[in-house]
């Protein structure tokens, strides 16, 4: 059984390339995704605060290493930052905020990391990278598979309000969000 829900050091830091410059101010499109609840959820139909976060592959413990995978600069980390937002999940809430991890991950993975890790909200299925190539996000292929960048964005009403590009160190992302929502509240 491998680690995941912690973060080897020595890590290659992910540097922004300007690849999310042009959110801000951006309406969240109308593209249903499938939740691992089975319902499909819009997120730019969302009233109040959103906070999504992408990510490229929440790994298995069981599963094999993947080679290669700790060299891509800000691909290690979808556990420990699945994790910080559940464990800050109550306080997100109290600052309003709903929220949602999307990735291309089959449903069936999506729902295995959500029972496994026990997250108290939803995941969203991207595969078809609707939502995704909508908004231009930044991508990369690992092993033949296209994948999303880690990184995280604030809907307020629909609108992005706020990104962030690249959500790095992943396991402090939660953090991040829940101070920037203090600076700024709606």
């Known amino acids: 059984m491998k680690d995941l829900s912690t973060l080897p050091e020595h890590l290659p830091i992910p540097v922004d390339d300007g690849a999310c410059a042009h959110l801000p101010g951006t309406r969240m499109p109308s593209?249903?995704?499938?939740?691992?609840?089975?319902?499909?959820?819009?997120?730019?139909a969302r009233p109040g605060t959103t906070v999504?976060?992408?990510?490229?592959?929440?790994?298995?413990?069981?599963?094999?290493?993947l080679a290669g995978w700790n060299e891509i600069p800000g691909a290690r980390g979808c556990t420990p930052q699945s994790c910080a937002f559940r464990d800050r999940h109550a306080e997100l809430k109290r600052h309003g905020a709903e929220v949602f991890g999307a990735s291309a991950q089959s449903p069936e993975e999506q729902r295995e990391a959500k029972a496994r890790l026990g997250l108290p909200f939803e995941l969203l299925h991207d595969g078809r990278f609707t939502l995704s190539d909508a908004l231009r996000l930044?991508?990369?292929?690992?092993?033949?598979?296209?994948?999303?960048?880690?990184?995280?964005?604030?809907?307020?009403?629909?609108?992005?309000?706020?990104v962030f590009y690249p959500a790095y160190p992943p396991d402090r992302n939660a953090d991040d969000v829940i101070g920037w929502l203090e600076r700024h509240r709606p």
């Open 138 to 162: 930044p991508t990369f292929a690992y092993a033949g598979t296209r994948r999303i960048k880690r990184l995280t964005l604030v809907s307020i009403g629909g609108v992005i309000r706020k």
């Open 52 to 65: 999504i976060y992408f990510y490229p592959m929440i790994g298995r413990p069981d599963g094999p290493p």
């Open 31 to 44: 593209l249903p995704l499938l939740a691992t609840s089975g319902d499909l959820v819009d997120l730019g």
